[in-house]
């Protein structure tokens, strides 16, 4: 019913765009100069109608499961939910709605099979009210703008008006939800600090992240210490850039000065293709194509390499990046004046001479640019490193071992039901959060480094 909603919403959309073009068409037929072209008369009238409705859309979408999860519960025997913890209730509800998907699991109690028969009948009702509110809605506001069409209306100020309103939201939304995911962050990482310390998280060495189920099981106390899983996740990404800088940035410079436009028509997009590739495909080729490579590579020289290894994983994720790289560099190289290179070269440089000393310092800041958003992406994959570098967080830099990384155990933290009542799930987020602020570093570095190296060419 929610497609419905949506598919009468564009309907009355372009029937009121038509109908109002129409209208202004008749009013300049009949001799009347109108102030505005008859398309802004049409386009008034479509986003008059879009943009309130698309919003009480959203706003009901968003807010509807909150309001059909309270009635639910108001509606369950009384005394249910009395002594039940916040994480006990979430539990409850969610095999409430496994029992309304069907899902149904043994011989469910009476009062849940009839909770999950009233949570379907206010879903079902909820659809239908949102596609009568929709319906009313539209009728209304292409009614109210077919009014407006006239020949002093000034329908192209009253577009532009809601355009430039759409775009001071849209800039506003993307601020809130930046502070939104900060704020988050801070306050659910607070939580995890109050219940494990802070200097045994930012300097432990060991990383089990257990929680004890019953109050005399004390070896699952656990442990939270980053240093293994942050050392993990500097070893693979510094194995990727290892590979990925160097043959990125060759490859864009034979591209933009050596390479002739034929090979260049060929390569590039072959290159570019890479950064469409899943990064699942990616995991595939690096447990059956490179994992058995470096076992059978290393057990020729006599070396001890674990089943899964940073090197497979940071290897492929490397080739993975090649494209980012190489692209942002070539289009760096692309925008420096044509007049540095022929002045270089006039001066008596040699070619190599001239990308040494000349072009690549003036793209500095785009190569930088493209550097960064590989380090960015090395440090966020997940796929890769839990099917090639395992789960297993160790305290080492040999790229020959098995490591993990912070965004593989906040997916394993966080999987499932989760209620964020323990150490154990809160430590996704104080992972995220020293995530968070080693990629702001980056950043600022970055940044740092292009305002040093940034000229401006007339």
Known sequence: MTLFAF??????????????????????????????????????????????????????????????????????????????????????????????????????????????????????????????????????????????????????????????????????VAIFVTIGIVASLVFETYRFFQMVPFWDFVLGTSWEPQIPLREDQIAAEGAFGMLPVFLGTLV?????????????????????????????????????????????????????????????????????????????????????????????????????????RDGSLAVGATQAETISKVLFPAAIPGIVGGILLAVSRAIGETMIVVMAAGLIAKMTINPLDSVTTVTVQIVTLLIGDTAFDSPKTLAAFALGMVLFLMTLIINIFALRIVRKYREIYD
């Open 236 to 340: 693979i990404a510094f194995v990727a850039m290892f590979i990925a800088t160097p043959i990125g940035l060759l490859s864009a410079i034979y591209l933009h000065e050596f390479a002739s436009s034929r090979v260049r028509s060929v390569v590039k997009p072959v290159l570019e293709i890479l950064a469409g590739v899943p990064t699942v495909v990616y995991g595939f080729f690096a447990i059956l194509v490179i994992a058995p490579a470096i076992r059978s590579f290393g057990t020729d020289l006599g070396l001890p390499i674990a089943p899964n290894t940073a090197l497979a994983a940071g290897s492929v994720m490397g080739i993975m990046l090649i494209p980012f790289i190489s692209s942002f560099a070539d289009d760096a190289l692309g925008a420096v004046p044509r007049s540095l």
């Open 7 to 172: 598919l009468i919403l564009l309907v009355a959309v372009v029937t009121g765009y038509i109908l109002n073009l129409r209208a202004a068409r008749a009013i300049r037929a009949g001799g009347a100069n109108l102030h505005s072209l008859d398309g802004f008369h049409g386009g008034f009238s479509a986003l008059v109608t879009l943009v309130p409705t698309f919003l009480l859309i959203i706003l009901w979408l968003l807010f509807q499961g909150t309001i059909i999860e309270a009635l639910v519960k108001a509606s369950l025997p009384s005394g249910t939910l009395d002594g039940l913890g916040v994480g006990e209730v979430q539990l409850l509800m969610s095999e409430i709605r496994s029992i309304a998907g069907g899902r149904v699991f043994g011989t469910p109690e009476d009062w849940k099979l009839a909770a999950a028969d009233h949570l379907v009948s206010l879903r079902a009702t909820s659809s239908w009210l949102l596609v009568a509110v929709t319906s009313v809605m539209v009728i209304g506001l292409i009614y109210l703008s077919r009014r407006t069409v006239s020949a002093e209306f000034r329908a192209r100020h009253g577009f532009e008006r809601i355009v430039h309103g759409l775009m001071v939201a849209c800039a506003t």
